[in-house]
């Protein structure tokens, strides 16, 4: 760690085989992944109607370049769902990027929390319920319920020697 300079942050994926976005050396945007690397192509498309989103809108991050893979061997099937009509990689990520083309990433598609009709993102409810002064540590997930789709389930890590009620937490998200 002594020779170590600097770092870079960057996303990439199996099906893409090398990074599609990567932070400049000089210019880094903290929480960004980066710009979108030599040869790619990124947007930002609305999982429900496939409508690309401009800076800033939260959608599903998608690339075409020449290191996305064609298909999956041998299943058609999940090839079609991966790739939109027009060749674009469907990546499950959820992301946006800004007015500079910098890239983020939020979290991913499949983890959404689907609550009667709403898309809940469970790393929302994660941080904030970490900024509760009772909570070390939460992990959400989706609990199936036959009324709503889905409910949020907390799975909450309470701070050593601090006692807290699942009803002052409900109390604080609300």
Not at 113 to 132: D, F, R, T
Request: charged share 30%; proline share 5%; aromatic share 10%.
């Amino acid at each position: 760690l002594k020779n170590l300079k600097s770092f870079r942050q960057g996303y990439g994926l199996t099906e893409a085989t090398f990074a599609v976005t990567i932070a400049d050396k000089e210019n880094q945007k903290p929480g960004s992944c980066g710009k979108v690397g030599t040869f790619m192509t990124c947007k930002v498309r609305d999982p429900e109607t496939g409508k690309s989103l401009g800076p800033n809108q939260t959608g599903e991050l998608c690339c075409k370049g020449p290191f996305i893979m064609m298909g999956y061997y041998n299943d058609e099937k999940a090839t079609r769902e991966t790739f939109t009509s027009d060749g674009w990689l469907k990546t499950g990520d959820l992301g946006y990027y800004d007015e500079e083309g910098n890239f983020y990433i939020v979290d991913r598609l499949k983890e959404l929390i689907k609550y009667k009709g709403y898309q809940v993102a469970p790393a929302e409810l994660e941080a904030l319920l970490l900024n509760h002064p009772k909570v070390r540590d939460v992990g959400v997930v989706g609990l199936p319920d036959e009324l709503s789709g889905e409910l949020p389930l907390a799975f909450v890590v309470k701070k050593e020697g601090l006692d807290v009620t699942e009803d002052e937490l409900q109390k604080y998200v609300s």
